[in-house]
């Protein structure tokens, strides 16, 4: 049974930092691009960033220079390390497994249930 399951999240604020996890179980992580998306209240899921076998990578345009993602495929995880957060970055915050370098959710067959980001000023 395929299960991704996300933790890290919390309050934060502006300017403070987070790292978020994904752990990965029913298939090995290695062979799958991974990313997160976000959804805050009212909005769309939009790709936040994303990571291939070959740990190439693709950033949302917001998060770029602030937002890393990584992975350790010996502990099948999934990583995204938040810095300099904006209120603008609160939102839940959902991994993701696929089978393409591309940050639309229609490209991506495998959730997790989500983990909440708050950022306050």
């Known amino acids: 049974q395929v299960q991704l399951v996300e933790s890290g999240g919390g309050s934060v604020q502006v300017g403070g930092s987070l790292r978020l996890s994904c752990e990965v179980s029913?298939?090995?992580?290695?062979?799958?691009?991974m990313a997160w998306f976000r959804q805050a209240p009212g909005k769309g899921r939009e790709g936040v960033a994303a990571?291939?076998?070959?740990?190439?990578?693709a950033y949302a345009d917001s998060v770029k220079g602030r937002f890393t993602i990584s992975r350790d495929n010996a502990k099948n995880t999934l990583y995204l390390q938040m810095n300099s957060l904006k209120p603008e970055d609160t939102a839940m915050y959902f991994c993701?497994?696929?089978?393409?370098?591309?940050?639309?959710?229609?490209?991506?067959?495998?959730w997790g249930q989500g983990t909440q980001v708050t950022v306050s000023s």
């Open positions: 993701a497994a696929g089978r393409a370098l591309l940050l639309h959710q229609r490209y991506w067959d495998y």
């Open positions: 029913g298939f090995m992580s290695a062979s799958y691009c």
């Open positions: 990571m291939d076998n070959d740990e190439r990578t």
